[in-house]
C-alpha cells in the first residue's frame, strides 16, 4: 500500500517545479520593462479643506447607515422566511 505516496511525490515535484521558477529571471525583467515602477508614476492631488473632508465624512456615514438599514432589513425578511416555511412545514407534516 502506497498511503498517498503519489501525492507526495507530486508536492516535492511541484516544490522542485517552483523553486526552479523563481530562480529563473528572466520572466521577473520582461515585466520590469512593460510595466512603469512606482516610482515613476506621477500621482497629482489637491489637498481637501476641512469643509470637503467633512462633507465626505458625512457622506460616508449616511451610506453606512443605509447599508446597514438595507441589511437589517434583509436578515429580518430571511428570518420571517424561515419561520413562515417552518410552520408551513409543521403545519404540512400534521
Do not use: C
Request: no cysteine; aromatic share 8%; hydrophobic share 45%.
Amino acid at each position: 500500500m502506497s498511503f498517498g505516496a503519489g501525492h507526495i511525490f507530486d508536492m516535492i515535484a511541484r516544490m522542485k517545479a517552483n523553486k526552479d521558477l523563481l530562480r529563473k529571471r528572466g520572466l521577473f525583467r520582461q515585466k520590469e520593462e512593460f510595466e512603469p515602477s512606482v516610482s515613476a508614476r506621477k500621482l497629482s492631488y489637491t489637498p481637501l479643506t476641512d469643509e470637503e473632508r467633512e462633507k465626505i465624512r458625512q457622506e460616508v456615514a449616511i451610506r453606512n447607515r443605509q447599508n446597514r438599514k438595507s441589511t437589517l432589513w434583509a436578515i429580518m425578511l430571511a428570518i420571517a422566511a424561515t419561520l413562515l416555511l417552518s410552520y408551513l412545514l409543521v403545519l404540512y407534516l400534521n
